[in-house]
């Protein structure tokens, strides 16, 4: 009777753990994209691709560059997938490419310039989760 008792309590101590339902991705990157595309016209376009109670998942493609701003609730991990470019922050610009990861803590003003032809693919992870807009333009210069 014991050994019930503990799996019991066990069970119910144990915290889920959280899934992340990237069902959106596992056609590959390719695929989301292509079902996802990035209009002739548009700079940036983000795709939320999961969530949990903490934290929301997007990829984001740029073609251009985003307008300098901050968030003022949010604090963001950028790993960028595809393409290079610039991450400006506070402390000046960052040169990214396929690979590298960023932080950018709330509050921090910053942009992304890609630095190629084809547009930068990134999946960017907001914490908390994004539930409206956070985007403060900012005057960079």
Do not use: K
Request: glycine share 10%.
């Amino acid at each position: 009777m014991p050994g019930v008792v503990l799996v019991a309590l066990a069970a119910a101590c144990a915290t889920p753990t959280p899934r992340v339902p990237f069902g959106a991705l596992d056609g590959g990157v390719d695929a989301f994209l292509a079902a996802h595309p990035l209009a002739a016209q548009q700079a940036i376009r983000a795709d939320e691709v999961g969530r949990t109670t903490t934290a929301s998942y997007h990829v984001v493609q740029v073609r251009g560059a985003e307008s300098p701003h901050r968030h003022a609730t949010h604090d963001l991990t950028v790993l960028v997938l595809r393409g290079a470019g610039t991450l400006t922050r506070d402390s000046g610009g960052v040169p990214l490419r396929a690979g590298d990861a960023a932080v950018v803590p709330r509050g921090a003003m910053h942009w992304f310039a890609n630095g190629g032809g084809e547009a930068a693919v990134a999946l960017v992870v907001f914490t908390p989760p994004l539930d409206a807009p956070d985007s403060v333009p900012v005057d960079a210069r």
